[in-house]
């Protein structure tokens, strides 16, 4: 069929929001017949609307607390039957079952039961929904002849339409209107069966559902000519990159979202400690923590100013104007900058730049304690996310000379910071900042190398992290040679013996911290 003329409703809702006022023009200015359960038929009659009980209309009362009221022949004939069908038709007069043109429903709040804390388990039983979803499967099947509504935002479209289609809905809108059904119905019976399965307890359950919503359509992914979306899990939690605010600036890219989840994950490694953190390429440029935020920028900046260009700015506490104008001074280009919150006076220095991307996500939650996953082509790689766990007492020193109280503490901020730089990582710090990253390197030496050169001079006294076990002695020696004093590194070579021995000889303390951070 291609319109089909609105004659009865039935209406029974969760979200009542804009309710009435539907109701009303379609039976006052439609003349529709409004068919409706329990609560939802009381709301109406109180805002004047004739309303006919769906006991009325099944000969059945409503039972047992409600649950059993629109399981009913008298309903479900009133949906499925086809009505281009002589022998439905005739099954339903000979039953005395009336056609049902039109559907209102939206499901019990199962999944606001179940998010709240300590929600008991009959609590969360009593708010599974039973008839709504029959009903709107039923109505949903038929789309032909049925108008199924589960959403309040589409009230205003479809009785648009009904004025342009003398009281009728289009096939196009019930097709469009159906698929919304299965959607619904299908996120809801996954909610369910994540529930009781205890499927959000189990580490790794043996299959997963995965549930996003599109934020955005993106411009172009990694290249011009991909195609690329942002999207972002159903549950996903506050302070995370997928729930920050956009406060100024363009829409964010492929690429920049991949550099802001690599900052915002590596500057929350400083709980407790002002941090900050520049990225480009998904690499950290500088890492820094400070007393105070500018100073904790500064540092950041200074490792490597060239690379910091262009790049994300993230922190972990509030952005002062103090900062902007330290990268104003400084020349900076920025692409994105995210943080918890903004001074206002920050926010106005930065309205200076429009097109530079400021997100806030209203607190910096510690990292770990969550999965996180990659796609590879046919599959997915889900492990728990990695934080630095591990405390200094349970460190070991390998070597001869023990490193200095000093050395100790900057080679515990090393650790922290190194975790978040591709393997194979050699970092070198300095007074709490990085002063040279060698990252993503086929070979560590290489990496040692790379990072030496970027020091500089600032190689003199500073100390070295190693994400993981230094295979052979030869970056020990290149770090050495720039003037490193200390290193800190999982251990567990084959070689380590080699690579001690080699220390002990230059003189270098080394600690062993038993675990690594590879960042592939």
């Known amino acids: 069929m291609s319109n089909v003329t609105v004659k009865r409703a039935l209406v029974s809702v969760t979200d009542k929001s804009g309710l009435a006022e539907f109701c009303k023009v379609l039976a006052t200015e439609f003349g529709v017949e409004i068919v409706s359960t329990g609560g939802t038929a009381k709301v109406l009659a109180e ?21 059993v009221k629109t399981l009913h022949p008298r309903v479900h004939g009133g949906l499925l039957a086809r009505r281009d069908v002589p022998a439905h038709m005739a099954a339903a007069e000979e039953h005395g079952i009336g056609m049902i043109d039109m559907v209102v429903v939206n ?3 199962f999944e606001k039961t179940v998010a709240k804390e300590g929600v008991a388990l009959e609590e969360a039983i009593e708010n599974i929904d039973i008839g709504g979803p029959s009903m709107l499967r039923s109505a949903a099947k038929n789309f032909d002849s049925v108008t199924v509504v589960t959403d ?30 299965f959607r619904t119905t299908s996120a809801y019976d996954s909610a369910i069966w994540m529930y ?5 307890k189990t580490t790794f359950p043996g299959e997963v559902r995965f549930r996003l919503e599109k934020v955005q359509d993106l411009r172009y992914g990694e290249n011009p000519h991909q195609s690329a979306a942002f999207y972002r899990f159903m549950d996903a939690k506050e302070n995370t990159l997928a729930r920050a605010e956009q406060l100024q600036g363009k829409d964010l890219s492929y690429n920049n979202i991949l550099d802001t989840d690599a900052a915002w994950s590596a500057v929350r490694e400083f709980a407790g400690e002002i941090a900050c953190v520049i990225v480009k390429h998904t690499n950290p440029a500088g890492t820094a923590v400070a ?33 902007i104008q330290a990268s104003y001074d400084n020349g900076q280009f920025v692409e994105v900058m995210i943080a918890p919150d903004y001074e206002q006076a920050a926010l106005d220095l930065l309205a200076e730049k429009p097109n530079l991307r400021v997100l806030k996500t209203d607190g910096a939650r510690p990292v770990g304690g969550h999965y996180e996953s990659r796609a590879v082509e046919g599959g997915m790689l889900v492990q728990e996310s990695d934080t630095v766990a591990e405390k200094p007492e349970t460190f070991t020193v390998a070597t001869e000379r023990q490193p200095s109280t000093s050395e100790m ?73 720039a003037g490193v004093t200390a290193v800190i590194q999982p251990g567990g070579s084959v070689r380590d013996q080699e690579v001690i021995d080699k220390a002990n000889e230059l003189g270098v303390a080394m600690v062993f911290t038993g675990h690594r951070h590879f960042r592939h």
Request: proline share 3%; charged share 20%; glycine share 8%.
């Open 291 to 323: 007393q105070d935020v500018v100073t904790a920028y500064q540092r950041a900046h200074a490792s490597d100013p060239i690379s910091a260009f262009g790049g994300v700015m993230a922190f972990n506490t509030t952005v002062t104007a103090g900062v």
């Open 196 to 200: 009781l399965s205890g499927y959000r």
């Open 47 to 67: 805002a004047g609307i004739d309303v006919r009980p769906i006991d009325d209309l099944t000969g059945f009362p409503e039972m047992m607390d409600g649950r």
């Open 152 to 181: 309040p935002a589409n009230y205003d479209g479809i009785l648009a339409e009904m004025r342009a289609n003398a009281g009728a809905t289009t096939l196009e809108t019930r097709k469009s209107l159906a698929v919304e059904v």
């Open 409 to 481: 503490e900057q080679l515990v901020f090393a650790w922290r910071a190194c975790k978040a730089v591709k393997s194979n990582c050699i970092l070198l710090v300095k007074d709490f900042a990085s002063v040279g990253v060698g990252a993503g390197q086929m070979s560590r030496v290489d990496a040692a190398m790379i990072a030496v050169e970027k020091a500089g001079d600032r190689a003199t006294g500073a100390v070295a992290a190693s994400d993981a076990f230094m295979p052979f002695s030869d970056s020990l020696e290149v770090c050495a040679a």
């Open 107 to 109: 499901l019990y709040a």
